[in-house]
C-alpha cells in the first residue's frame, strides 16, 4: 500500500512499474508529476503537490525524475517540465502542462469526482 499523505518518489524503472500497478488496481486517482532537479517552476510547484497529497489521501501522487528515469519520460511522451498526467484505472485521463497550480487543482477535483 503506497503511503497515504506524501508524494511518492520513484527512483527506479521497477519502483515506477510497482507504483503505477499499485494505481492501476486502487481505482484511485493518480498524479505523476515529472519533473526535473533542475527546472525553476518544478521546484516551485513541489510544496503545492506536497501539501494537495497531504490534503488528499483519496489520490496518488507520484513524481519521477525524467533525467533518472529516461525511459519512462521517453515511454510518455514528456517534452517540458513539469508535466502532470492523470490516470485512472491505467489509462491517462488528463494532463497539465507547467506550473499551474490553479489548473492543476482544479483538474485533481474534476477527476476525483468522476
Aim: contains cysteine.
Amino acid at each position: 500500500m503506497a503511503e497515504e499523505g506524501v508524494v511518492i518518489s520513484c527512483h527506479s524503472v521497477e519502483a515506477w512499474e510497482e507504483q503505477l500497478q499499485k494505481g492501476n488496481e486502487s481505482k484511485k486517482l493518480v498524479v505523476i508529476d515529472f519533473t526535473a532537479s533542475w527546472c525553476g517552476p518544478c521546484r516551485f510547484i513541489t510544496p503545492i503537490l506536497q501539501d494537495m497529497a497531504k490534503k488528499l489521501p483519496d489520490v496518488t501522487f507520484l513524481k519521477v525524475d525524467v533525467d533518472e528515469l529516461k525511459s519512462v519520460a521517453m515511454d510518455w511522451a514528456v517534452e517540458a517540465m513539469p508535466t502532470f498526467m492523470f490516470l485512472k484505472e491505467g489509462k491517462i485521463v488528463d494532463k497539465v502542462v507547467g506550473a499551474r497550480k490553479d489548473e492543476l487543482q482544479q483538474k485533481v477535483a474534476l477527476h476525483m469526482a468522476t
